[in-house]
């Protein structure tokens, strides 16, 4: 996931930085969102000018970038991979915290809104990230999340490091978690062609610059993985809006 993650981020930003910024968003959206599952996301989360996001595991930041563009969100994002937050950095100027999902350094109940998209198939404890987001949110407060599910059983290999939550799973974690889902989509509409190619002109001159690069080889597995698992219907995506009940306990409120 480094590879994936990491090194790939910081190559995507240099390719855009070649580009120009028109290329920026579409390629920094690396959890399969686009405009429409975007929009989805930012209106049943009732976004808008001054709303502070937080945004989990934000990668090279697209979805972010996008809604301070769109909605006029003040985001802040969080994410483990380091070369992922410089890379973010640069491309969008937005703040960005190195940390763990599951170690969220903020105070309790001090964001109105955050988003969790295409990360939790990647989190091995996906009750804490959950947990923690819960505590940063204020009452009443929405959660948005893009969760790529399994469907039946799977029998073609996952991704490395990637375990996909059944629906139901899902809802049960989050219900666990303090949340009341409030809303899902399913199979949100993909990409308008002008944001696929750009996405794909970026790759391809990230392919073209690093061909030799194992951590190049390494990701392109991982996305080959991925397609594969979506084209026999053994993943799907799954947009969610859960909304952050009152806590369930004084212990809580205490964190
Ligand atoms: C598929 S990418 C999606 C990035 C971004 N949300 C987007 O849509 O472009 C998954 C991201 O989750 C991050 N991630 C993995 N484990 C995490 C954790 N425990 N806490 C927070 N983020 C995590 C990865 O580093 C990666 O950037």
Request: net charge positive.
């Amino acid at each position: 996931m480094v590879a994936e993650f990491d090194d790939v981020a910081e190559w995507t930003a240099d390719a855009v930085e070649q580009l120009g910024p028109a290329y920026a968003v579409p390629a920094a959206c690396r959890g399969s969102a686009n405009p429409a599952a975007l929009t989805w996301l930012a209106e049943v989360c009732g976004l808008g000018p001054g709303t502070t996001l937080l945004d989990v595991g934000a990668g090279v930041g697209g979805p972010s970038a996008w809604a301070a563009e769109r909605f006029g969100v003040r985001p802040v994002l969080l994410e483990p991979m380091p070369a992922a937050c410089r890379a973010a950095a640069r491309l969008f100027g937005l703040p960005v915290l190195t940390a763990d999902g599951a170690r969220i350094p903020l105070r309790a109940e001090s964001v109105d809104a955050a988003w969790c998209i295409g990360v939790l198939d990647t989190v091995r404890d996906k009750a804490a990230v959950l947990g923690e987001i819960h505590r940063v949110l204020r009452p009443g407060g929405s959660l948005g999340l893009l969760v790529v599910v399994a469907q039946g059983r799977q029998l073609l290999p996952p991704p490395e490091g990637n375990r996909f939550p059944t629906r139901r799973e899902l809802t049960r974690l989050l219900t666990a978690a303090g949340f009341r889902t409030a809303g899902h989509l399913d199979r949100p509409g993909g990409p308008p062609p002008s944001w696929r190619r750009r996405a794909e002109r970026v790759e391809a001159l990230v392919a073209a610059r690093h061909q030799s690069d194992p951590a190049l080889a390494l990701a392109a597995r991982q996305a080959e993985r991925f397609t594969r698992l979506f084209t026999a219907g053994q993943i799907a995506i799954r947009l969610v809006h859960a909304v952050r009940r009152p806590c369930a306990s004084p212990r809580d409120d205490a964190r």
